[in-house]
């Protein structure tokens, strides 16, 4: 079993900054391909960043060349680092852990871009 807490969003203007964290429980972290999802309102939830256990990552293409993810394996921690935000990446952010049999999630946060 692991425990997905998200943290970092908010409310922030059009071409701003968030960092979003998503800390894992448990001592397996390494193998979990970490992903970050979204969910606007009326919406289905979406891929927006995915990192392998080994590093390999990959982005929708409307957040490519704007949003990092990376993962320290030490800290049990994932990382989406979001910048130049528009309007329409406002939604609820949610964190997954996967491997090929299971697959977890966080509670999601709120990012709202909007000036």
């Known amino acids: 079993q692991v425990q997905l807490v998200e943290s970092g969003g908010g409310l922030v203007q059009p071409g701003g900054s968030l960092r979003l964290s998503c800390a894992a429980s448990g001592n397996r972290f390494s193998i979990y391909t970490m992903g970050w999802y979204r969910q606007a309102p009326g919406k289905q939830r979406t891929l927006v960043a995915a990192?392998?256990?080994?590093?390999?990552?990959n982005y929708v293409d409307s957040v490519k060349g704007r949003f990092t993810i990376s993962r320290d394996n030490a800290k049990n921690t994932v990382y989406l680092q979001m910048n130049s935000l528009k309007p329409e990446d406002t939604a609820v952010y949610y964190c997954?852990?996967?491997?090929?049999?299971?697959?977890?999630w966080g509670q999601g946060t709120q990012v709202t871009v909007s000036s």
């Open positions: 997954n852990a996967a491997t090929l049999l299971y697959e977890y």
């Open positions: 990192i392998t256990s080994h590093g390999s990552t």
